[in-house]
């Protein structure tokens, strides 16, 4: 595998940007791990970071680059800084960078990466296990699978926990008033209703979470409304909290679960 550090600039954001590729390298070691490069329709999973991460902590923190030598994975790395993943109310449009132009701009940096939705995954940790389910229920047409560990995943439902955090004006920099969160365009309930409701082709999605997370009620319950809605979820958990222990471990099980065939 080959890891690449690219800096490149975002005409959305308007700012010089920072994403993390693994890429299949063909490989023959006598000692280590033996790989297969591709050279064209390469899968690709777009890999997010959570609250204080950025485009280097999955790198950094797991061994992702191992993980995925066995699939012939591409991995894509952004940085979202603080934005949830968000078109803020303070003019940095995060979502619009994440969901539209990043893609565009993979695609013209390496043109051997997959632009089939089959071949296409999205997957992150806490805030960013937030903006991979945002990408499935808002852009279903480009993923066939997403992963979400630790997400927080009912933000517009658990508004005081958000206070808990970080003080009201950082959350309402980004999603406006906290009373109208709730059934707006960035509260996970209301995206999943309109998913549904649309009739699009739906990715398969996966939720897991540690048992002893704070945030373990917010991947329950969304699985729970995902399965009543006739959504293809699976809900894994374990011994685990909010730490990079249980990510390190589950996204090994969430790439595994990549590999399924649907409906499997």
Known sequence: MAFLQVSAYSNVLEMEVNVNVILPQTTVKKIGTQTA?????????????????????????SSIER???????????????????????????????????????????????????????????????????????????NFAAVASLSGALQIGEEVESLLQLRKAAFWEG????????????????????????????????????GEQDFLYSASEGMAEKMAAKGVDVTFEHGMGVHDWQFWDQWIQRALTWFALPANN
Not at 84 to 110: A, G, N, R
Not at 183 to 207: I, M, T, Y
């Open 174 to 209: 980004i999603f406006g008033p906290l009373e109208q969160i709730k059934g707006s365009a960035n509260d996970p309930d209301f995206l999943l209703e309109a998913l549904v409701a649309s009739g699009k082709p739906q990715p398969r999605f996966f939720l897991a979470c």
């Open 37 to 61: 490069g591709l050279t064209a329709d390469v899968p690709v999973l777009y890999l997010l970071h959570g609250m204080g991460g950025n485009h280097s902590v999955w790198e950094r923190r």
């Open 67 to 141: 993980y995925v030598a066995q699939y012939q994975l591409a991995v894509v790395m952004p940085s979202g800084d603080l934005g949830f993943y968000t078109d803020t109310t303070y003019d940095m449009p995060y979502w619009t960078y994440l969901s539209e132009e990043l893609p565009q701009i993979i695609h013209e940096l390496f043109p051997q990466l997959t632009t089939k939705r089959e071949k296409t995954f999205a997957a992150g940790l806490s805030m960013g296990g937030y903006g991979a389910l945002k990408l499935g229920l808002k852009k279903p047409e």
